[in-house]
């Protein structure tokens, strides 16, 4: 079992910066990647931005250039860097990871809310 917990979102205006944490605990061994997946109102939850373990990144096209993920594999630890944030960006944002045991099941967490003001 993998419990996430996010914290960092907030209220921003457009162009403002903001970094969402996510910290993983439990079996923590077991987790080759992590990542960020948002949903915004009246829309499908779709991902943002994916790391590994070694430090590959994938990024959606809408994102890239203005996040940055990054993993401390010490504190088991995800973060997100988003700059020059847009309005379209508000939406309520999801830690998950994923592990390499229980047929590959994708953990989530609670989910933080980020909302850009124009």
């Known amino acids: 079992q993998v419990q996430l917990v996010e914290s960092g979102g907030g209220l921003v205006q457009a162009g403002g910066s903001l970094r969402l944490s996510c910290a993983a605990s439990?079996?923590?061994?077991?987790?080759?990647?992590m990542g960020w997946y948002r949903q915004a109102p009246g829309k499908e939850r779709e991902l943002a931005a994916v790391?590994?373990?070694?430090?590959?990144?994938s990024y959606a096209d809408s994102v890239k250039g203005r996040f940055t993920i990054s993993i401390d594999n010490a504190k088991n630890t995800v973060y997100l860097q988003m700059d020059t944030l847009k309005p379209e960006d508000t939406a309520v944002y999801y830690c998950?990871?994923?592990?390499?045991?229980?047929?590959?099941?994708?953990?989530w967490g609670q989910g933080t809310q980020v909302t850009v003001s124009s």
């Open positions: 790391i590994s373990r070694r430090g590959s990144t």
């Open positions: 439990g079996s923590t061994w077991t987790i080759d990647a």
């Open positions: 998950t990871a994923h592990v390499i045991i229980e047929g590959g099941r994708q953990y």
